[in-house]
């Protein structure tokens, strides 16, 4: 569960990226977080991450009050939120295989359990084909769903997609966020921070809007046929 009480940011430029934000985001739900440039959406990823501290409220993401963790259990907390990056963020000198078993290694899980598991979360984004392959031999498409698989790999009970289309052909963006659907329709929370309209007056579900720094809309919408 997300969630943000009161929750004001404000940077030491002066700049109020946050003002008094309320948001709950229960476990197993989809949403979209919409707003232009500049409206909070990275404040408020940063925020969930721990990366920047609330200036005024509070905020608890997975069980964990942000407001009072010690910096030594900021990992612990991270390893329970995957990851999707608009620019792929792939180690160019590994395969797919390695990216993804990347993330297990570098917690030493079990080179057995290693196996088993990033297997089945290639299997999941439909790149049992490209697991030899390196980055420069993938589409743009191939590369975001490695980065989905990678941010899966961990069962995280959280992902957060940070502008996962935003690199990729229009076509493939449907794609992409039907298997961001498919990966939540298996219980994992995701939060999908994205500025193309149409794919969620597509999708449709819960919207959450930001506007110069709080949320102006918060409720479902009826997704469309349109594409």
């Keep these: 569960m997300v969630e943000l009480k009161d ?6 430029t002066g700049v109020d990226a946050l003002n008094h934000i309320n948001l709950r985001i229960n476990d197993g739900d989809f949403a979209f977080v919409v707003g232009s440039s500049g409206a909070g959406k990275s404040t408020m990823i940063k925020l969930l991450l ?4 609330a200036t005024e409220g509070t905020v608890c993401v997975n069980g964990y009050h942000l407001n009072k963790l010690k910096r030594r259990k900021i990992p ?16 160019p000198t590994m395969t797919v295989y390695e990216n993804i078993a990347f993330v297990l290694r ?8 290693i196996k088993k598991r990033v297997a089945y979360v290639i299997g999941l984004v439909g790149l049992q084909d ?19 698989a990678r941010a899966l790999v961990n069962d995280p009970k959280l992902i957060i997609a940070d502008e ?20 939540n329709a298996c219980g994992t929370t995701i939060l999908m921070v994205t500025h193309e309209h149409e794919l969620v007056r597509h ?16 409720d479902i919408m009826e997704g469309t046929d349109e594409i």
């Design 50 to 53: 721990k990366e920047i501290d």
């Design 106 to 113: 570098v917690i030493d899980a079990p080179t057995k359990y």
């Design 203 to 218: 999708f449709g579900g819960r919207i959450i809007n930001i506007d110069n720094g709080e949320i102006v809309f918060d």
């Design 164 to 183: 996962p289309t935003g690199n990729i052909d229009p076509e493939l963006s449907f794609e992409i966020v039907e298997l961001l659907k498919s990966i």
């Design 130 to 148: 490209k697991a030899k392959h390196f980055p420069s031999e993938l589409s743009g498409g191939e590369m975001q769903r490695v980065a989905i």
């Design 7 to 12: 929750v004001s940011v404000k940077y030491s």
């Design 76 to 91: 612990e907390l991270r390893r329970t939120i995957g990851i999707v990056f608009q620019d792929f963020r792939l180690i």
